[in-house]
């Protein structure tokens, strides 16, 4: 089973700091993706990369810079966060398209105060 | 565009009785995979189903779903809920990008 980690599992800031949340895959998947889940709006695709220096815009990406360093590493990136940012953060991974399914990592609750 | 739509935002149940959790799509996609995707309290998204086949069953964990392409539906059901089902269920497609496409989801209580 695809083993997807995230990191920090909690965490706060202020208006205007920055943030980075971190995801690793250890099974060696080509797709890899950042989600927030709201009540009322579901599990929406911020940013998403299909290998290591790849990233395509997702379909809430603004305010948010992702990075895909490894095949392994995706990171979401916040530079001024601002408390509509407030949410619960996801990472998945996926070894293709066109029927695979997603695996998804614990998840990170953001705070912005 | 493409979307996936589930009606119900809440769907509460008796314990032991049958529950439909209906899910419904448009897609311009020719090749296309359905997901089920359920998500217990403070727990990740997982698969619960999935299902490319049109018109055959598909069943896990006492739930079951069909494809069917000419109602453009692929609703969950379960003859017999339990406690234990109460939960955030997603509805999700996959076409020919790189992207799944989630309905709004639909939250299962069972009560006792």
């Known amino acids: 089973e695809a083993a997807v980690t995230q990191s920090p599992r909690n965490k706060v800031t202020v208006t205007g700091g920055n943030v980075t949340l971190s995801c690793r895959q250890t099974?060696?998947?080509?797709?890899m993706y950042w989600y927030r889940q709201d009540t009322g709006h579901g599990l929406r695709l911020i940013h998403y990369?299909?290998?290591?220096?790849?990233?395509q815009i997702g379909d809430v990406p603004d305010g948010y810079k992702a990075t895909r360093t490894t095949q392994e590493d995706f990171f979401l990136l916040l530079e001024l966060a601002s408390p509509s940012q407030t949410s619960l953060y996801f990472c998945?991974?996926?070894?293709?398209?066109?029927?695979?399914?997603?695996?998804f990592g614990p998840g990170t609750r953001l705070t912005v105060l | 565009g493409d979307s996936v739509t589930q009606t119900e935002g809440l769907v509460t149940v008796t314990e032991g009785l049958p529950v439909k959790l209906n899910c419904t799509y448009q897609?311009?996609?020719?090749?296309?995979?359905f997901f089920w995707y359920v998500q217990y309290l403070n727990e990740a998204p997982q698969v619960l189903l999935r299902?490319?086949?049109?018109?055959k069953r598909t069943e896990h964990q006492g739930f079951h779903a069909t494809l069917h392409k000419s109602s453009s539906s692929f609703h969950l059901q379960k003859s017999s809920a339990q406690l234990s089902d109460s939960a955030l269920y997603y509805c999700?497609?996959?076409?020919?990008?790189?992207?799944?496409?989630f309905g709004l989801g639909t939250t299962l209580q069972v009560q006792p």
């Open positions: 999700a497609l996959s076409g020919n990008t790189r992207k799944l496409i």
């Open positions: 998945a991974s996926s070894p293709g398209t066109g029927g695979y399914e997603q695996y």
């Open positions: 099974n060696s998947h080509n797709y």
């Open positions: 299902s490319s086949t049109d018109n």
């Open positions: 990369s299909y290998g290591a220096g790849n990233l």
């Open positions: 897609t311009t996609y020719l090749t296309i995979a």
